[in-house]
């Protein structure tokens, strides 16, 4: 699959080409500075399958026109990226790589609504990278735990439970904890760390933040004690 690079820094972008250049099934094609009109550019000329951009925003900011950095870019890309063609539109999956993936609840949803095929934290490994890069040009949509856990976390409202979806928290007055998160919330009423639920629980580290941020939002709970109490006080664990 093709590959535009794009970052802020010239040091950066060495790196990502490195990085998916070690990869069998990318050929990078061109490595571009991370502002929404040299993309745009670039991706007009060069037809990546997929445009992997670094993204510095700590939500404090915008293009100057109201929109976020990821906002902007897909607009300069679709304003750019030519005509679709009969195997499908010219606009290129985006994979975002953020800065802040606990900022990033502020304005994920909007990103993938507008077309973001993958958002993954700048410190993701090498193979989640490549990855993300494989599934977003196969039309997947993937979002790395910790920032699908910061999504969860931003969202306002929960989803209701289905009507035929019984609640694991006996007379509790929010949203439902699954099975998994009765589990965890239980480890964290025994004072365990994440490092020390993963292993218990089988999962990976990153596995069971999501968890926890599912449980804080579900809970209200701003902290783990909180958490701890709500769901005592709910009979989901004994103290």
Do not use: C
């Amino acid at each position: 699959m093709r590959v535009l690079v794009a970052a802020s820094s010239p040091v950066v972008r060495a790196g990502l080409e490195a990085l998916l250049g070690a990869s069998a099934s990318v050929a990078v094609v061109g490595v571009s500075p991370a502002d929404s009109a040299a993309v745009a550019e670039h991706a007009e000329r060069l037809r990546p399958d997929v445009v992997l951009a670094e993204v510095e925003w700590g939500g404090e900011g915008d293009d100057g026109e109201g929109h976020a950095p990821p906002a902007a870019l897909l607009a300069a890309l679709a304003a750019h990226g030519g005509e679709a063609s009969s195997s499908g539109p010219a606009l290129p999956a985006a994979v975002l790589l953020v800065s802040d993936a606990d900022d990033v609840g502020r304005w994920a949803s909007a990103a993938l609504r507008a077309g973001v095929r993958a958002v993954l934290p700048r410190t993701a490994a090498a193979s989640e990278i490549v990855l993300a890069v494989e599934s977003a040009a196969a039309g997947l949509v993937v979002l790395h735990p910790d920032v699908a856990a910061a999504l969860l976390a931003a969202a306002p409202d929960p989803a209701p439970a289905l009507p035929n979806e019984r609640s694991a928290a006996a007379g509790g007055g929010g949203p439902p904890l699954t099975p998994r998160e009765v589990e965890v919330l239980g480890m964290l009423a025994e004072g365990l760390a994440n490092k020390q639920i993963a292993p218990r629980l089988g999962i990976t580290e990153h596995t069971v933040k999501y968890h926890v941020a599912s449980i804080f939002a579900k809970l209200g709970a701003s902290s783990r004690t909180e958490a701890v109490m709500v769901g005592a006080r709910r009979g989901l664990v004994m103290l």
